[in-house]
């Protein structure tokens, strides 16, 4: 069964206070907007077809990965094999953490936190990753003011799901995204197309890449359309790791 946290009444409440609690803001004034493509578990076809795009496009996205995840199949379809991981290093793609179990942060104690954290890190260099694990995305966005501080301690920025852009500044400890799915690739793509008129960094993130694809992915005719979008825009389309790196230059 595809796990799907429900969220209570005191949950929605605690993600609204979220936004203020544990910030870790950077500034920034960009007079071209920068756009960081991401996948998140991931799907073999976010390599099939995302990557392979993007490369064919002289294109960097950053990738979400759970070791765990690793020659399993789910929901999305087939996942990500270890030599996956390589080859995409070696094309200048980011590997970035998202736990070892995809796991639901707010249901680990501490110690299993850690270990999903550490396990991450050690089978991704098994696999041949030779990055830094830099940057993370909480699974299922869910996250909690107290992980905010945890895991801003470790990473540079941490990645949500809660849909917007930054204009001007961003909460390193929880980015804002957009999800682009079938069900929401016109509303990103105008979202795109209105960053010229408004310079910001927009953060996307979808899983699989397929003709019939879950609810979290999008089909191959629509991640081109976000590549061809994003390329017309003007905007910088970066890794997350590169774009904070450009921002921080911006910092104030
Ligand atoms: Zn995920």
């Given at each position: 069964m595809t796990y799907v946290p429900t969220p209570s009444v005191f949950d929605k409440v605690a993600r609204k206070l979220r936004r203020f609690q544990n910030v870790r803001r950077l500034n920034f004034d960009i007079e071209t907007p920068?756009?960081?493509?991401t996948f998140d578990d991931f799907p073999k076809s976010a390599v099939d077809i995302g990557a392979r795009e993007m490369n064919a496009?002289?294109?960097?996205?950053?990738?979400?990965?759970?070791?765990?995840?690793?020659?399993?199949?789910?929901?999305?379809?087939?996942?990500?094999?270890?030599?996956?991981?390589?080859?995409?290093?070696?094309?200048?793609?980011?590997?970035?953490?998202?736990?070892f179990d995809h796991m639901d942060c707010l249901t680990l104690s501490d110690a299993a936190l850690e270990r999903e954290l550490s396990k991450n890190s050690a089978t991704l260099k098994q696999m041949g990753v030779k990055q830094s694990v830099d940057n993370f995305a909480f699974p299922f966005g869910q996250n909690s003011a107290a992980?905010?501080?945890?895991?801003?301690?470790?990473f540079k920025s941490l990645r949500g799901i809660t849909d917007g852009v930054?204009?001007?500044?961003?909460d390193l400890n929880e980015l804002k995204s957009c999800g682009f799915y079938s069900g929401t690739a016109?509303?990103?793509?105008?979202?795109?197309?209105?960053?010229?008129?408004?310079?910001?960094?927009i953060t996307i993130f979808t899983h699989d890449i397929q003709d019939s694809p879950t609810q979290w992915g999008c089909t191959e005719v629509e991640f081109i359309s976000l590549l061809?979008?994003?390329?017309?825009s003007g905007?910088?389309?970066?890794?997350?790791?590169?774009?904070?790196?450009?921002?921080?230059?911006d910092h104030d």
């Open positions: 920068i756009i960081s493509i496009r002289g294109l960097r996205g950053t990738f979400y990965t759970c070791a765990g995840l690793a020659g399993q199949t789910n929901h999305h379809g087939r996942l990500f094999d270890p030599e996956d991981l390589p080859r995409l290093e070696a094309a200048g793609h980011e590997i970035a953490g998202h736990t992980l905010k501080a945890r895991l801003g301690a470790e930054h204009a001007g500044n961003a016109g509303r990103v793509i105008k979202r795109i197309e209105n960053l010229k008129a408004r310079p910001a960094w061809d979008a994003a390329e017309l905007a910088r389309i970066m890794t997350i790791r590169d774009a904070l790196k450009t921002l921080e230059a």
